[in-house]
């Protein structure tokens, strides 16, 4: 058994959009919850990681699919956050720019390719070989998100490691 990111990324992706087209005051505590589950059970601060499929527990799957990251599909998460944060003007702001720009951080670590530039498809979060034959392709989307999540970071924090 097992739970995937994408489902809390995309409902608070959706409810922020629900929220700002018609203005739904319950999308707000809705996106709170789905944060507080990829905050709780996918990132992995002691291994700077963001998980793509975890446990219903929240922990490490021993398996290769528990195992494979996929650091587009992280740092699109942390835009949704940040992009919360940046709609937040209460206390909670600091928090959400901490966590999407954690996410950010520890995705880009983990899936930037050293050698020639570019966001990874796949990695492996124990750095072993990864499954799919296309784990070091650069699809135009994961280089997106980066751009996005970075021009959002450098908005919301100053720091000009996002602007570079």
């Given amino acids: 058994p097992g739970k995937g990111i994408g489902i809390p990324m995309i409902m608070i992706n959706t409810a922020q959009q629900v929220r700002e087209t018609i203005g739904d005051p319950r999308c707000t505590p809705l996106i709170g919850e789905w944060i507080k589950e990829i905050q709780t059970d996918f990132v992995k601060d002691d291994i700077r990681c963001v998980m793509e499929q975890v446990a219903p527990d929240g922990s490490i ?36 720019i901490k966590l999407g720009c954690n996410m950010l951080d520890y995705m880009w670590e983990r899936g930037w390719d050293k050698e020639y530039g570019g966001i990874l498809y796949f990695r492996d979060v124990n750095d072993k070989p990864v499954q799919e034959y296309w784990h070091d392709m650069k699809f135009w989307w994961p280089q997106n998100e980066a751009i996005i999540a970075t021009l959002l970071a450098y908005t919301l924090t100053g720091d000009v490691k996002y602007r570079q």
């Fill in 61 to 96: 799957i021993d398996h290769i699919d528990g195992q494979t990251l996929t650091p587009g599909h992280a740092i699109e998460g942390a835009w949704f956050i940040l992009h919360e944060a940046r709609m937040n003007i209460n206390e909670e702001a600091p928090a959400l």
